[in-house]
């Protein structure tokens, strides 16, 4: 007889561990051993959360090489089935060789499951019929459980999935992060009600009231944002460095229908607007994804939007300065440009309306469409065509965490008739849909990478651009890792031209993200290392750094409801007079979207950040020493962006690596 050594790692998390029995056969090259019950186990044949349990298998002659173990979970009497999640198994053989099998899946059901050695294998790498059997064998049963689905025509496809409960338990919030995520939607909200803001569809009596809701979570920024909001200084840093960074060009010509001259612009000097565009100083921020969309009535009122226009100018202290403001995109005589010449308040108006008008682009443009709902995409067309086995599984599988759950919770209570979000801002569903779907025109590949992103747009030369700088450091990190470990396993460009699985997974986000619409320049299939290389640090790009930045400010600018508002009562004032709190949000309005961007904002609990693979997936030495680099290389990135930001007068943190989360969680 040989004895195999079998040791089964538990993962810690809350309620991983199992009363049932488990069951484990090996298989190998040349046989398979007999099921064997997991004995080491505490009292009545538990196996806790953390655990590590050791027992022996033994076979009359070796089974060669490892290829996979089976393990079923059983019933124990009369106890109820009961899930697991194993963390992995290692194995020693007779030989002396250890063996690796990564797991990281909840075992709910008393079926068979497999799972292949820790050595990544691509498609072209097995040469075993068994590992061959089972690598199709799991992509046919993924397809039948992450299915696609269309949520509106001519947006990315999204799971099917009627609720989180109808999702695979592989992709579910781990218990703790599920108890405070229902903890903090529920204690927000009864904090609210209680206080009687909800369902108060009273206008402010003054601006300064607003401080009645915002006394309880302030933060840093919000009380900045909060004194400073009026700034024009202030409504220009945020094109750079708030919430959406996204939507700000360089102005080489101006818009037809923005035909600012130079008599109506001082340009802090002599020169002229021509001059200045000639010399990279003028800017321009143009909302038209959002003209005419449809709109809705709140509390009975009918709400505004609108599609502005916004030039900018650097002055000479590095300052980004509005210089005219045209808030709908035809001209016309109710439609001015509005200047900072104006009255005080015509002019803070139109500054509001502009911002209010960020609120929609940037939550369903930026964040919904860009962040949340491509990394969807990718999270769907991974699980649906690359098997645990193969590399860029196992590069991926942990930005693609809690994705799927958050967007189904985000399609039931967000965006949906009466979701927090929907129900609070000026575009009714059919208006949003709109939005998302003009804005996938400029959702190109180029723009998704954020060193071409800057160049199209022409932003390489702007100071304090935080975003900028921090996200191409963090670009290039990314990249070298990935090329570090991609490289690794691919040695030729033909190698990733032969790759069925890797090229269908393009195909898939190709077909399923982009509408197969070729002229995103998103790429059907790939041919090169390096366009992989690219594309794969794209992917990771989108789901940590681009989703941290346009995420987790929210709250920092948006809790001071005037410098965000989620909708405006009233159109722009085109006589002076119009009281601005009779314009803004009413109390309700401003206490739900407060409650919506504190939520949005929140620290995640169970928190992963960006480089950290808490799951071992890789078990080669190239990879997991690629992994540590890159730990260290962010860890250094962290550091720099602290210290340049104690000397910054507003810190811009959404870029430290260790704030960010490996993928959308949130
Ligand atoms: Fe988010």
């Known amino acids: 007889m040989v004895d195999y050594k079998v040791t089964v790692f538990t993962t810690e998390q809350i309620s991983a561990g199992t009363f049932n029995n488990v069951f484990i056969k090996l298989v190998g090259t040349d046989g398979e051993s007999e099921s064997e019950k997991l004995k080491d186990t505490s009292f009545l044949g538990h196996i806790p959360a953390g655990s590590v349990c050791n027992f022996t298998i033994s076979c009359p002659v070796s089974i060669g090489e490892l290829l996979l173990i089976e393990i079923q979970k059983q019933n124990f009497l009369w106890l109820i089935r009961n899930a697991w999640l194993p963390a992995k198994v290692k194995v020693q053989s007779p030989e002396g060789k250890t063996y690796t099998f990564p797991i990281y899946r909840w075992i709910t059901d008393d079926k068979v499951h497999r799972f292949r050695e820790g050595k990544a294998l691509r498609v072209f790498d097995e040469t075993h019929h068994l590992g061959k059997f089972n690598r199709k064998k799991e992509l046919r049963m993924r397809e039948e459980v992450y299915c696609w689905d269309v949520y509106a025509e001519g947006i990315p496809h999204t799971i099917k999935a009627d609720n989180t409960s109808s999702l695979p338990p592989e992709v579910h919030f781990s218990f703790t992060k599920d108890i405070v995520f229902r903890w903090n939607i529920l204690t927000r909200g009864v904090q609210m009600r209680l206080r009687g803001y909800y369902g108060n569809k009273k206008n402010w009596n003054d601006i ?234 400029t959702m190109t590949y180029s723009s998704l990478c954020i060193p071409d992103d800057i160049a199209e747009r022409g932003l390489g030369a702007v100071p304090n651009f935080y975003y900028r700088d921090d996200g191409l450091r963090l670009w290039d990190i990314i990249h070298s890792f990935v090329q570090r470990v991609l490289s690794y396993y691919y040695k030729n460009d033909d190698e990733v031209q032969r790759d069925t699985e890797l090229q269908k997974w393009i195909l898939d986000i190709f077909e399923h993200g982009f509408l197969s619409q070729a002229g995103t320049g998103i790429p059907e299939k790939l041919s090169t290392i390096h366009e992989l290389v690219k594309y794969v640090t794209m992917v990771i790009f989108t789901c940590s750094a681009q989703h941290a930045a346009v995420n987790d400010g929210q709250y920092d600018y948006g809790a001071w409801m005037p410098n965000t508002p989620t909708t405006m009562q009233l159109p722009p004032p085109t006589t002076k007079g119009t009281t601005m709190v009779e314009t803004i949000p009413n109390i309700s309005t401003t206490v739900k979207g407060m409650v919506a961007m504190w939520l949005l904002s929140q620290p995640p609990s169970d928190f992963v950040a960006l480089g950290d693979y808490p799951e071992e997936h890789f078990n080669e030495k190239d990879p997991c020493e690629a992994i540590k680099d890159f730990q260290h290389e962010l860890k250094k990135l962290s550091a720099e962006i602290r210290v340049r930001n104690t000397s910054l007068e507003i810190p811009y943190t959404y870029m430290d690596p260790t704030e960010m989360e490996n993928s959308v969680t949130i």
């Open 208 to 441: 300064d009231d607003i401080n009645h809701v915002f006394w309880s979570k302030r933060t840093a920024i919000s009380d900045y944002v909060q004194k400073h909001w009026k700034e024009d200084a202030f409504f220009g840093y945020q094109f750079l460095n708030g919430v959406n960074p996204m939507l700000i060009r360089r102005c080489t010509a101006l818009p037809e229908n923005f035909r600012v001259t130079d008599e109506m612009v001082s340009l802090h000097g002599q020169c002229s607007l021509e001059d200045e565009m000639k010399e990279g100083n003028i800017f321009l921020c143009n909302y038209k994804c959002l003209d005419e969309v449809e709109l809705q009535e709140i509390d009975g009122k009918k709400q505004y939007l609108m599609a502005p226009l916004v030039l900018l100018h650097k002055i000479p202290d590095n300052k980004l300065m509005p210089i005219a403001i045209r808030l709908k995109q035809t001209p016309a005589d109710d439609n001015p440009i509005f200047l900072p010449t104006d009255s005080e308040y015509d002019w803070l108006m139109a500054k509001m309306f502009v911002r209010s008008a960020n609120f929609h682009e940037h939550e369903y443009s930026v964040h919904l469409l860009r962040t949340h709902l491509l990394a969807e995409v990718f999270a769907v067309s991974l699980l649906r065509n690359v098997p645990m086995v193969h590399p860029l599984y196992k590069l991926l599988k942990l930005h693609t965490r809690y994705t799927l759950q958050i967007n189904v919770l985000a399609r039931l209570h967000l965006i949906s008739e009466g979701g927090v979000l929907s129900e609070n801002s000026a575009c009714n569903r059919e208006g949003m849909i709109t939005i998302l779907k003009r804005s996938m025109s």
